[in-house]
């Protein structure tokens, strides 16, 4: 078999990125879940109407408390929402994501779902559809609101944030605004359930007890804290309906 290196071919890109991340000390590996196993019989495709239905059963029972406290962008007691916004590219799934910008003052570089904390007055959906707007340019009108995960909160300052997802009709056209986001990334559902992909680690909390922390190590950025989380349940529960 040949090398592709030596024939000139560009060696495989890789995975996981820049980001900064507080290991506490004691910090191990977890099992995972059970669609993380490189034994699980994955679907090789997702699509969107995959996990519509998966979002339309009852959240499945889990041994992971999905309101645990979280790391999250936003450092304030004001709640926040976001959203997970999914569309079909040639029949597969894809989930927008976004990195930070390195103008922002906090978690910059890290990669999350577009949304922000609300405004005086303002409905969580409300919020998520206008920093969504905001932050890449994604009209709301074409967003159908399909479900929501778990609501999470911070580890620094407990403020909530609640999670919608959304169906895009087709893949948007979509601008980062650079006060807020570097980049946006397109990240298909079915990578981040492969084995290469994601991995568990567990930390140290306090009270000594041990916090599930979800990690995905995509091609130059690795997705972790309540994006990893959010994600998790999102496979979780798409796993629980067609694994």
Known sequence: MSDPAAA????????????????PPGWRLGAGPEWARPDARRPGRVDVAMIRSALARPLPPTQDDATLPVELPSQSRRPAAVLCALYDDDGDAHVVLTRRSGRMRTHTGEVSFPGGRLEEGEEPLAAALREA?????????????????SPLSTLTSRAGITPFVGVLPARPALRANPSEVEAVLLVPVVELWDPAVFHEELWPRPDAALHPVNFFDLVGDTVWGATGRMLRELLDRLWAAVG
């Open 8 to 23: 000139g071919s560009p060696p495989p890109a890789a995975r996981g990125g820049p980001q900064r991340i507080p290991r």
């Open 133 to 149: 707007d905001e932050e890449i340019g994604l009209d709301p009108s074409l967003v159908e609101i399909v479900g929501q995960l």
